[in-house]
């Protein structure tokens, strides 16, 4: 990812989580590790002459900070899928300020459905790998976030 992308990619996740979550990001975390329990957002997207993913990871229990933080529901029982819907909505949201920033708010784009899975360890330490992915800490918990373009 070139420099300028990545820098983009970072400020959209940052200012997202922040905006949507109240959570603030550690951009150089001191050791990317993977937590017990992992899940993953996907979200496709076209326009602009192009089309990429955008790939979210993190723990189920940061998962669930966020849905409690987003519904406003801190020490409250989560409603069953909540912690899964609160990634997707993130990566949704994520991706669509992506594409305003990157192609310009009037530009045509189209987000696809987020879906959400449960992440193996093996499949989490090869996207920690990837020079697409960006490493992060967000409240103390390992974060991924992996832009695909084509041609990168």
């Known amino acids: 990812m070139d420099p300028q992308m990545h820098n983009r990619f970072l400020h959209v996740i940052s200012d997202t989580l922040e905006q949507f979550a109240f959570m603030f990001v550690d951009e150089e975390p001191d050791k990317v590790f993977h937590p017990e329990r992992m899940l993953s957002a996907t979200i496709r997207f076209e326009g602009g002459g192009?089309?990429?993913?955008?790939?979210?990871?993190?723990?189920?229990?940061?998962?669930?900070?966020?849905?409690?933080?987003?519904?406003?529901i801190e020490g409250e029982s989560l409603p069953e899928g909540a912690t899964a819907n609160a990634l997707e909505e993130l990566a949704?949201?994520?991706?669509?300020?992506?594409?305003?920033?990157?192609?310009?708010?009037?530009?045509?784009?189209?987000?696809?459905?987020?879906?959400?899975?449960?992440?193996?360890?093996?499949?989490?330490?090869?996207?920690?790998?990837?020079?697409?992915?960006?490493?992060?800490?967000?409240?103390?918990?390992?974060?991924?976030?992996?832009?695909?373009?084509?041609?990168?």
């Open 50 to 72: 192009g089309k990429g993913l955008v790939m979210l990871a993190t723990s189920e229990a940061l998962c669930g900070q966020l849905a409690e933080n987003a519904l406003g």
């Open 92 to 152: 949704n949201i994520a991706c669509g300020e992506l594409a305003a920033r990157t192609f310009g708010a009037d530009e045509d784009c189209r987000l696809g459905i987020p879906e959400s899975k449960r992440m193996r360890k093996k499949d989490w330490k090869a996207m920690s790998r990837s020079s697409r992915t960006i490493a992060l800490e967000v409240e103390g918990e390992p974060f991924l976030a992996q832009l695909k373009l084509p041609g990168t």
